[in-house]
């Protein structure tokens, strides 16, 4: 992220993100008792689903996974991005009769203090939901016909990776930027996922 106002110039940060994993955060569809209709998993580090028994993704799981996680370093007001986490999507063949994601809640935690103090950070946190389509890893039978094959699967977030922190009575703009970029769907590809129209993803 970067920061921008009058004020501090150097800094150090520290950046963490988990998946939010009170009851209703995450949601699937097709979940259902047992596992008859595959495993789940819901952890602070990774959601995957798919074929049992529960685990990391793989043959018959896909999943996603936030690693890189906590990130620090140091970053400089109206300077370049620096990193933060990263966040993995595996891809894989799950069958068609098991529960897929449906949405998930990420919060990310950035912690700023003036570069070279033992100043205690603070700290400002941003919630924002991703909106998730799993489709058939199969030609012909892609949810939207974005040229890909097999299909992409369809990523959404809903909400602001915007936030201000307020540090010395001076506020900074801090930004989350993602890499590869972030661009507006379709508004097939936003509908499917069940966002409006000018969604990004």
Do not use: M
Request: charged share 10%; hydrophobic share 35%.
């Amino acid at each position: 992220g970067t920061a921008s106002a009058q004020g501090v110039v150097n800094w150090e940060y520290t950046i963490t993100s988990n998946v939010v994993t009170t009851p209703g955060a995450t949601q699937f569809i097709g979940a259902g008792p047992g596992t008859t209709n595959g495993c789940e998993l819901n952890s602070l580090s990774a959601i995957t689903w798919g074929a049992c028994p529960i685990g990391p993704a793989g043959p018959g799981r896909s999943g996603i996974a936030i690693t890189n996680n906590p990130q620090s370093g140091t970053l400089i007001t109206n300077g370049g991005a620096e990193s933060a986490n990263t966040y993995t999507h595996s891809n894989n063949v799950v069958a068609s009769g098991y529960a897929t994601l449906n949405s998930f809640v990420i919060s990310s935690t950035l912690g700023l203090r003036v570069a070279g103090s033992s100043d205690p950070f603070v700290y400002s946190t941003l919630l924002y939901q991703v909106k998730f389509v799993e489709t058939p890893n199969t030609a012909g039978t892609c949810v939207v016909n974005d040229g890909a094959d097999p299909c992409s699967d369809i990523w959404v977030l809903d909400g602001s990776l915007n936030n201000t922190v307020t540090f010395d009575g001076n506020d900074y703009l801090f930004s989350f930027y993602a890499e590869p970029a972030l661009s507006p769907l379709s508004d097939d590809a936003c509908a499917a996922a069940g966002a409006d129209p000018g969604c990004i993803g």
